[in-house]
């Protein structure tokens, strides 16, 4: 037997009276079912809001009105914003890797910095570009400071810094300049290596006549593995084939026209 209007109570009257009203509580319902809750405390609450709601569609249904099945609230996907193509034609080298990092906001390392320029459309010509792209930047680090080179390969714009961080990043690239003007006087860096050129011409002396690695180091007194770091697979072959042809064209071929060997 169905229920009149006036065996209902004011919550369902309202309903009957505006079918629409139905479809905001089933929608909360959805709402309060998919909720992700922080606070474990809010369950409570959450379980008696769901089964009040849960109440008044049943109350709906035993009225003998349509119920509107309702789906959890579609939400609407998100579109990502198309990527910001960077204007980099007629810059140079490192115009366009000051304009990367400005893009970027973040410290980038050489080869990220020429990946991303090429993704935007700024193609390099030379042939090692990360190391082109460094040399470029590292001159305008020298000539305007707006962009340092902040160690492990990473280069940032100076507006990024703090202060220590660009105090650091300048006397890393004093030193770099001292090793590199040393180098150019001739001035050869790290711990001299114990093989001196004098124990090069020997070893390779000995590997062309032919003998074993292992004897030569028990004669020198160099580690073997001294010598394998210098000298790799290939020289080696090489050395010994040297000597093998060295022998060959010593041996004196028999001469067949006067009878003599």
Do not use: C
């Amino acid at each position: 037997m169905g229920l009149t209007i006036a065996d209902r109570d004011p919550i369902s009257q309202l309903m009957a009276r505006d079918p629409n009203e139905i479809e905001k509580y089933e929608a909360a319902l959805a709402a309060l079912e998919v909720a992700e809750w922080m606070d474990p405390a809010d369950d409570a609450d959450r379980d008696k809001a769901t089964a009040a709601l849960r109440r008044m569609i049943r109350r709906r249904k035993e009225a003998g009105l349509s119920a509107v099945v309702t789906a959890s609230p579609r939400v609407e996907p998100v579109k990502t914003p198309e990527p910001v193509k960077l204007k980099l034609d007629g810059l140079s080298v490192s115009e366009a890797a000051v304009a990367m990092l400005q893009h970027k906001g973040t410290p980038l390392g050489a080869i990220q910095i020429v990946r991303d320029l090429a993704a935007h459309g700024f193609e390099m010509a030379a042939d090692n570009k990360e190391a082109s792209l460094a040399m470029a930047l590292r001159r305008r680090s020298d000539n305007y400071q707006d962009v340092y080179n902040i160690g492990r390969g990473l280069w940032a714009l100076r507006s990024t810094l703090t202060e220590k961080q660009i105090s650091s990043a300048q006397q890393r690239a004093r030193t770099v300049r001292g090793m590199e003007q040393a180098k150019a006087r001739g001035v050869r860096m790290g711990q001299p290596s114990v093989l001196s050129d004098e124990v090069r011409a020997e070893f390779e002396r000995r590997v062309s006549a032919g003998e074993k690695l292992k004897s030569i180091a028990k004669v020198t007194g160099i580690a073997e593995s001294t010598y394998r770091k210098y000298y790799l697979g290939p020289q080696l072959k090489a050395l010994r084939a040297q000597g093998k042809a060295k022998d060959a064209a010593e041996v004196v071929r028999p001469d067949f026209r006067s009878g003599r060997s």
